[in-house]
Every structure is written in structure tokens, then in C-alpha cells.
């Protein structure tokens, strides 16, 4: 449409035109009173055509054109929307507004993706979406979902908030297409309590309470079975009703994760069972862990062992050092030198089996335990108990541990001589298996097997030892010790060399329990930075917690993890010909084998690995014949799987504020989408139907202004008008 209209457009600022205005009247007035009349009013005639021409008069001209209207259509593509055919309405949908359009109305298709944990976020993608799109041209939203979304506002968000060509405030309509027939039902799992971690020996206590949603006759408690899996024992059933707060003790057998699945028995007609399971990991962590540790005499490297075992929270350490032996007695009362008597009957017969572990560092005995008591740490360690044995120069004699009843269970024997104690510089290096066992493997700055080492200790030694550290390709090498013992024979696994290539940390198992043998006492010299220095604090570390059985750290372990839908499993082992597959059973389906593979890398760590889909929610079981476990996928998006449900409650109050209208699509084969027509009135829906209000808003095409009085006319008539006024005073 084509409008005209006069305007003007001042040559000069409006404030000068008004003075220059009010000076014109004064000048003409005084000379209407006092002068000529008739003259007086040709002069004000010739002050208002200047003035008129100063105000610049101007015929302006102005083209609008009808703004399109767009309407937004906001389709969810959440994970709750692959539930049936809720994707496939939704892309029908779609197809059906684009194709039964008005002719001012154009559509604008906006998908709306998973948005991680958070859930559906619709509104969101509402205000990101309508922020390039004009307030005037926008003329509501048409939102297909399965009204399941989670930041549903309280009120009608600012994006549907405009007003019409009067100023009056109204709310755009907003309006709701459901993938489905009608009001579903769903029936839940919803886990109220679950500890993350447990004690072994211990119980867990789950809550949990089993929900009935959606439109329901029957509003009484029902009774429900509810199955539980422990890491994929035989399952257990129990008895429980709807609605009702159910307390579940599950028992914590060993450490490392617990896979608990629960489900509940279905819901006839309900949209989906796979809110009906959940799996629940609890992690079985041990009660503080006690350790005992006795030095045989203060020695540099019981300041370390304190450094470490009192750094760890989960370690009680029970640490004695014997000041004064039996052979050092000089008379002097114990009172007098303040020393606590050595507990022995508390420690080795009383209150043995409380610890964990015993650490003996340069401990030798000098008649302070009768053979019973070695007897009972033998004992110990056949019962499932951890031993750790720091040998020095004291091992050597008839004094020696190897000469008593742990005997037995040591896995190095050293000769009662003298010459079996090396005394030169040397850089203790990993064996082939120390490479591939989990205590040593990777050791930061750990040495290539192999190394040549200058033999004599002299003032040589170190410009020797520069020389040779150039010579290899590493980088970072451990620092030298000074003393070893020569064993004679070993039993175990061999993880460490000393000087000429003889076993230096020797590990082995007995009975139930496991034996650790580091045959020098100057692993200290690493914390002092010798050399270099050595990763001193996080050997031991391993060894202790190899000792106190520690999962992570077992030679021969299975792990798997399921991530995105993908299961991945890894098998460590120190044995290069074990078996190269798995038995993979997934839930409540058959099991079947898959073929573990190795890169080269993982050849020389001791590794095996394989990955396959994993889309069954459950637990699934890996066997490699020696070893079971256990994992579990979890949901991916937790507020999008806990209501499965295709309703209407969530949106409807805010479908009704705005005026808008909610539908529901069907089926496939029973498809009914609303047709988009003119709107009519006020009323934006019908039973299959839906309208945008007609807005009627233009924009500014076209601006243009022409003068209406030229340069000429204005100053002509002016002078004119000037000359009768001198003519009529020409007598005066």
C-alpha cells in the first residue's frame, strides 16, 4: 500500500525558525499599532513566507510491504523420541504442515538433539532459534514431541509476548503435536538411595520405590515382583507394591565394583520396560588397612616407610623400632632411657591376624621371638596375610630370618657368607616380566633391561657412570644403590636385577597369602635423589598394595567397560601364550566367543584387547576361563529415561496461556496431524485444525520527499510582497 503526507524538513534548527517567527510578529505589530496597517500586514506576510520556507514544506511519500509470517516448528529428537514410532511420526508430521501451508505462512523446521544430561531442553531451543527472526514476523510455535521435556517454564516465555498495531500486549500460540495416540503408561524404578562405595563383609542399603504412571482406574497399591541380579549371581525375587518406599540389603563380598540389577516385573500396555531395570555399581573398598611394621634398628629408610604408609587415609600403621637389642645391654634401667617395652606376645600372638600386612625392615633375630611366634607369621601369611621382607647385611649370619620358621615361606635364599654381599654401584633394572607386571610396569625412568654398569666404587666411579648413562637411548634412568645380597636360589616372580643381572625384588604367593622380597636395604638412597634419584615411594606403594591384594595390581586380571553404547575389554597378562579370546554373554542373551588382539606395544605390556556394540541394557558377563567379571551400561541420559511416557502434562498449562491447541498424531497407520489455516476470530484451534493470528505488520520499503516550494516562488513572493508594502508607505 502507498501512503502520502506532508512533512517538513527545517533548513534551519527549529529553535532559530521559532525566534526568528516571534522577532517577525513583535516587528509587525509594532508597526500594525503605530504605522501603516495594510503595510504592516504585507510584511508579515513577508516574514511568514521566508519562515515557510525556512520550515522547508515536502510532499514525502512512503511504500510498506506485508511482513511473512513465520512460524517456528521445534522437532524433538531426544533419546525418549526413538521409543517406537515417535521419530517416524514426528518426520511425517513435519512433511504434512510443509505441505498444507497458507499462503502468507512460511515454516521454519528447527531439530532439537540430545542435550547431554540435562534432558529435553525445547524452550531453549526456542529462544536461540527466534533470535534472528523480527518480533513482528514471527507468528507462533508448533512444538512435535513426546512431551517429555525438562524446562517447561512457569510463565509464557518473552519470545511469545508482543503486541498488536495498538499497543495491547497478547501471547502468540503455542501448540503441541504428541507422538502418540493418547495418554501412555509407564511403570518406574526409581532409586531414592544408593551409596557409591560399601565395606567388604558389609551390607549396602539400597531405596528404591516402584511407580505406576499415567491415567490408571485402579489408583489402590499393586503388587509387583521385583527381580535382583548380585554380579550376575542367580537372580533373587521379592514381593513389593507400588508407591511404597522398599529398603533393600544387598551384601558387599568382595572389593572393586558391584553390579546390582533390579527390575520390576511389567506393566500391562505400558510405552517400555526399559525403565522397568536399573543397574546399580557399588564399589567394595576394604576398613581401614592395617599394617605393622618393625625395623629391626633405626635405619635410613624407615623415615620413608613412615613418609608412605602415613600419607594413605585408608592405612593404620603399628611402627616399632628396636633401639636397644638384647646383646646391647649395658644395665642402664629401660626407665631411664624411656623405652616401651616391645609388645611381642600383643603383636605376634593376640592381635597377628588384625593386620594385613607385616613389614620387616633389617629385622633380625636376636632371641626377641621364639620360633612359635615365627610360626604364627608364617601362619598368617598361609591364611591369606601379606609379608614384606627388606633385606640388608643382617640377613647374612646365624641370626638370619631364613633361619627360622618363615623359612618356608621366603622366595630367596641367600648362603651364610660374607661374599654374598655385593658392595658396588649399580642401577637396579626390570626384568622381562617386571615389564609386563602390573607392580612395576611402567615405572617412571625405568632402564632398558640390559646396561652395562662400571664395576669398581672409587673416585672413577662417577665420571664412569656419566659415560654410560650417554650411551643409552633413555632419557631418565634410576638412580645407583650400593649394596645387594647374591641369593643362591629364588622361587617366584623375579621383577627387579641388581648387580650382575642376580634377582633383586622377588615376589611370590603362599598359600592364601603373598610374600614380597627386596633383597638390599638402599632403596632410600632414590628418596635422597642419588644419582637421579627413582620412582622409591610409588615401588613400594605398589608392593604393599600388591601384597594387600589390591585388584588393579593382580599379574593375570580381566576389565571391561561399557562406554557409548561399546563395550571394551582388556585382559592383562604376564603369560605371551594365553589363551587370545573371551566368552562374552550380554543380558538375557546367549554367550558367544570374541577374539582378543594385541599391538605391538601391547605385546610388550602384557596386554589383549577387543571392543564390540553393546547396546542390551543390563549386566554383562567376560569369562576367560580363569576369570569372571562383571560390567553394566548406564543410561546415557538420566531425566530423559526416568518418565518414558508420551503425555501431555508437562506442557498443557502453557499451551493453554498462550491460546495454542494440543494434538495427538496416532499411529502410522491411524496418522491424524492438524491442517494449518486462516485464522478467524480469536479461537487458534479446532478438533483438526490450528491457526496463527493475522498480525497485519508492514515494513518500510520506500522513502522519498520532495520540496513543495522551490527556491524561486518563495523569494519572488516575498520581494513582491515586500514592494506593496514600500508602495503603501510610499506617502507616509
Given at each position: 500500500m502507498i501512503f502520502s503526507s506532508l512533512g517538513f524538513t527545517p533548513l534551519i534548527p527549529l529553535w532559530l525558525l521559532f525566534l526568528l517567527g516571534l522577532i517577525a510578529f513583535f516587528v509587525c505589530g509594532f508597526n500594525f499599532v503605530f504605522g501603516n496597517k495594510r503595510a504592516a500586514l504585507l510584511r508579515l506576510g513577508v516574514f511568514a513566507v521566508i519562515l515557510l520556507w525556512f520550515a522547508n514544506p515536502q510532499h514525502k511519500r512512503q511504500n510498506w510491504r506485508a511482513l511473512p509470517q513465520t512460524a517456528l516448528v521445534l522437532v524433538d529428537h531426544s533419546p525418549s523420541m526413538r521409543l517406537g514410532e515417535r521419530e517416524a511420526l514426528a518426520q511425517k508430521a513435519v512433511h504434512h504442515l510443509e505441505q498444507n501451508l497458507p499462503p502468507h505462512l512460511t515454516l521454519r523446521v528447527v531439530p532439537v538433539n540430545d542435550n547431554g544430561h540435562d534432558g529435553t531442553r525445547l524452550f531453549k531451543a526456542l529462544e536461540q532459534a527466534s533470535a534472528d527472526i523480527p518480533p513482528q514476523s514471527l507468528a507462533g510455535v508448533i512444538m512435535i514431541t513426546d512431551g517429555q521435556n525438562n524446562d517447561t517454564p512457569p510463565s509464557v516465555p518473552h519470545t511469545l509476548e508482543v503486541s498488536d498495531p495498538h499497543g495491547q500486549p497478547f501471547f502468540l500460540p503455542l501448540h503441541v503435536l504428541l507422538t502418540a495416540a493418547h495418554e501412555e503408561t509407564d511403570r518406574r524404578i526409581h532409586i531414592l538411595q544408593a551409596p557409591p562405595y560399601a565395606l567388604v563383609g558389609k551390607t549396602a542399603t539400597l531405596r528404591l520405590r516402584v511407580e505406576d504412571q499415567g491415567p490408571s482406574k485402579d489408583t489402590k497399591e499393586t503388587p509387583v515382583t521385583l527381580t535382583l541380579h548380585l554380579n550376575g549371581e542367580a537372580p533373587q525375587t521379592f514381593p513389593v507394591v507400588t508407591g511404597v518406599v522398599q529398603e533393600i540389603h544387598i551384601p558387599i563380598t568382595h572389593p572393586g565394583q558391584n553390579l546390582i540389577a533390579l527390575s520390576a516385573s511389567p506393566l500391562k500396555g505400558e510405552v517400555s520396560t526399559l525403565n522397568n531395570q536399573a543397574v546399580i555399581p557399588i564399589t567394595g573398598i576394604r576398613d581401614r588397612l592395617r599394617v605393622l611394621l618393625i625395623s629391626g634398628s633405626p635405619n635410613q629408610g624407615e623415615r620413608s616407610w613412615r613418609r608412605l604408609l602415613k600419607s594413605d587415609p585408608?592405612?593404620?600403621?603399628?611402627?616399632?623400632?628396636?633401639?636397644?637389642?638384647?646383646?646391647?645391654?649395658?644395665?642402664?634401667?629401660?626407665?631411664?632411657?624411656?623405652?616401651?617395652?616391645?609388645?611381642?606376645?600383643?603383636?605376634?600372638?593376640?592381635?597377628?591376624?588384625?593386620?594385613?600386612?607385616?613389614?620387616?625392615?633389617?629385622?633380625?633375630?636376636?632371641?626377641?621371638?621364639p620360633d612359635a611366634y615365627f610360626e604364627n607369621i608364617a601362619q598368617f601369611v598361609r591364611n591369606g596375610g601379606g609379608l614384606f621382607l627388606i633385606a640388608g647385611p643382617e640377613f647374612i649370619g646365624p641370626n638370619s630370618l631364613q633361619n627360622t620358621p618363615l623359612e618356608d615361606i621366603l622366595p630367596a635364599h641367600v648362603l651364610d657368607?660374607?661374599?654374598?654381599?655385593?658392595?658396588?654401584?649399580?642401577?637396579?633394572?626390570?626384568?622381562?616380566?617386571?615389564?609386563?607386571?602390573?607392580?612395576?610396569?611402567?615405572?617412571?625412568?625405568?632402564?632398558?633391561?640390559?646396561?652395562?654398569?662400571?664395576?669398581?666404587?672409587?673416585?672413577?666411579?662417577?665420571?664412569?657412570?656419566?659415560?654410560?648413562?650417554?650411551?643409552?637411548?633413555?632419557?631418565?634412568?634410576?638412580?645407583?644403590?650400593?649394596?645387594?645380597?647374591?641369593?643362591?636360589?629364588?622361587?617366584?616372580?623375579?621383577?627387579?636385577?641388581?648387580?650382575?643381572?642376580?634377582?633383586?625384588?622377588?615376589?611370590?604367593?603362599?598359600?592364601?597369602?603373598?610374600?614380597?622380597?627386596?633383597?638390599?636395604?638402599?632403596?632410600?638412597?632414590?628418596?635422597?635423589?642419588?644419582?637421579?634419584?627413582?620412582?622409591?615411594?610409588?615401588?613400594?606403594?605398589?608392593?604393599?598394595?600388591?601384597?594387600?591384594?589390591?585388584?588393579?595390581?593382580?599379574?593375570?586380571?580381566?576389565?571391561?567397560?561399557?562406554?557409548?553404547?561399546?563395550?571394551?575389554?582388556?585382559?592383562?597378562?604376564?603369560?605371551?601364550?594365553?589363551?587370545?579370546?573371551?566368552?562374552?554373554?550380554?543380558?538375557?542373551?546367549?554367550?558367544?566367543?570374541?577374539?582378543?588382539?594385541?599391538?605391538?606395544?601391547?605385546?610388550?605390556?602384557?596386554?589383549?584387547?577387543?571392543?564390540?556394540?553393546?547396546?542390551?541394557?543390563?549386566?554383562?558377563?567376560?569369562?576367560?576361563?580363569?576369570?569372571?567379571?562383571?560390567?553394566?551400561?548406564?543410561?546415557?541420559?538420566?531425566?530423559?529415561?526416568?518418565?518414558?511416557?508420551?503425555?501431555?502434562?508437562?506442557?498443557?498449562?502453557?499451551?493453554?496461556?498462550?491460546?495454542?491447541?494440543?494434538?495427538?498424531?496416532?499411529?502410522?497407520?491411524n496418522f491424524h496431524a492438524p491442517r494449518i489455516l486462516e485464522a478467524h476470530g480469536s479461537l487458534l484451534y479446532g478438533k483438526n485444525w490450528l491457526a496463527f493470528p493475522q498480525r497485519e505488520t508492514r515494513i518500510l520499503t520506500q522513502d522519498t520527499a520532495t520540496p513543495l516550494?522551490?527556491?524561486?516562488?518563495?523569494?519572488?513572493?516575498a520581494l513582491a510582497l515586500l514592494c506593496g508594502a514600500w508602495w503603501l508607505e510610499r506617502d507616509t
Open positions: 585408608a592405612v593404620d600403621l603399628v611402627h616399632f623400632t628396636i633401639l636397644r637389642p638384647p646383646e646391647k645391654d649395658d644395665g642402664t634401667p629401660i626407665s631411664d632411657l624411656a623405652l616401651i617395652a616391645f609388645p611381642v606376645r600383643e603383636l605376634f600372638e593376640q592381635k597377628i591376624n588384625q593386620f594385613d600386612l607385616i613389614i620387616l625392615d633389617g629385622f633380625e633375630n636376636l632371641s626377641l621371638l657368607d660374607s661374599t654374598m654381599i655385593i658392595e658396588r654401584a649399580f642401577r637396579p633394572h626390570l626384568t622381562e616380566m617386571g615389564e609386563r607386571h602390573p607392580v612395576t610396569s611402567l615405572l617412571p625412568g625405568a632402564p632398558p633391561q640390559a646396561t652395562t654398569l662400571p664395576t669398581p666404587l672409587d673416585k672413577t666411579f662417577n665420571k664412569a657412570f656419566s659415560k654410560t648413562s650417554n650411551k643409552t637411548t633413555h632419557s631418565t634412568l634410576w638412580g645407583p644403590w650400593y649394596r645387594a645380597l647374591q641369593p643362591d636360589h629364588v622361587h617366584g616372580q623375579v621383577l627387579m636385577t641388581g648387580p650382575n643381572q642376580e634377582p633383586l625384588l622377588v615376589l611370590d604367593r603362599v598359600g592364601k597369602g603373598r610374600v614380597a622380597m627386596l633383597l638390599s636395604d638402599q632403596i632410600w638412597l632414590w628418596s635422597r635423589g642419588e644419582g637421579g634419584g627413582g620412582p622409591q615411594a610409588e615401588l613400594l606403594r605398589r608392593v604393599a598394595h600388591w601384597l594387600m591384594k589390591e585388584p588393579a595390581l593382580e599379574e593375570e586380571r580381566l576389565s571391561a567397560r561399557i562406554t557409548h553404547n561399546t563395550l571394551f575389554i582388556t585382559r592383562h597378562t604376564l603369560t605371551p601364550t594365553a589363551s587370545s579370546f573371551v566368552t562374552v554373554t550380554p543380558p538375557h542373551e546367549k554367550a558367544f566367543r570374541v577374539a582378543l588382539t594385541q599391538s605391538p606395544q601391547d605385546i610388550q605390556q602384557g596386554i589383549q584387547q577387543a571392543s564390540l556394540p553393546a547396546s542390551a541394557y543390563g549386566i554383562w558377563q567376560i569369562s576367560d576361563g580363569l576369570h569372571t567379571i562383571y560390567t553394566a551400561s548406564t543410561q546415557n541420559d538420566t531425566p530423559e529415561f526416568f518418565d518414558l511416557r508420551a503425555t501431555a502434562e508437562k506442557l498443557s498449562p502453557l499451551v493453554k496461556k498462550t491460546g495454542g491447541g494440543i494434538f495427538w498424531l496416532g499411529s502410522l497407520k516550494l522551490p527556491a524561486w516562488l518563495p523569494l519572488s513572493l
